[in-house]
């Protein structure tokens, strides 16, 4: 496709899935754990949302926002002296949203085996400008048939975010009309 393909209304040219790929790294430490130690849930899900951000940021070429996380799945336990790499990209974009996709990988202090996957999620980040309000992105451009499936997988469950929004809302809405809510 040509670059003018990738412009947006506002004229912006899209960006390429693999102009903002990142990749972050971390060793855990025993200030990272919980009773069990293994690491804390939320020390992965900070990492997940800070290279997530540098995604969202890059391609939007200024401040982004965390406005969701969809489906923080836990796969291993993470543990002392574990290097975790989490590697995030931005799966699909609106107006002004992004998707992005992240994969935490874990290599063993102890073992000489590969890094494995321990967890994943879905984030969904605003671009915002200095006012904190709504400002357009450019456009993603899949590249791979893996950046193909995983934006149209995003269109998915923008869709179903939507959706469980609106179903909320009109069971509030029916509550509080109902008089059974304030």
């Given at each position: 496709m040509t670059e003018q393909a990738h412009r947006t209304e506002e004229g912006i040219t899209g960006k390429p899935t693999a102009a903002?790929?990142?990749?972050?790294?971390?060793?855990?430490?025993?200030?990272?754990?919980?009773?069990?130690?293994?690491?804390?849930?939320?020390?992965?899900?900070?990492?997940?949302?800070?290279?997530?951000?540098?995604?969202?940021?890059?391609?939007s070429g200024g401040p982004a926002v965390t406005a969701?996380?969809?489906?923080?799945?836990?796969l291993e336990p993470v543990r002392v002296g574990d290097l975790v790499h989490v590697r995030a990209q931005v799966n699909w974009t609106g107006r002004s949203s992004m998707e992005v996709g992240v994969r935490v990988m874990a290599e063993r202090w102890n073992e000489s085996t590969p890094a494995q996957q321990v967890g994943s999620a879905y984030l969904v980040f605003a671009a915002v400008d200095e006012d904190g309000r709504p400002r357009p992105v450019p456009p993603v451009v899949p590249e791979t048939e893996r950046d193909k499936r995983r934006y149209q997988e995003a269109q998915i469950r923008r869709t179903h975010r939507l959706a469980r929004r609106r179903a909320i809302k009109e069971l509030r809405d029916k509550r509080v009309a109902d008089g059974l809510e304030d």
């Open positions: 903002s790929r990142t990749t972050l790294s971390h060793i855990m430490t025993g200030n990272d754990t919980n009773l069990l130690g293994t690491v804390h849930g939320g020390v992965i899900m900070k990492l997940v949302d800070d290279a997530a951000g540098a995604v969202a940021g890059r391609h969701s996380m969809d489906e923080m799945v836990f």
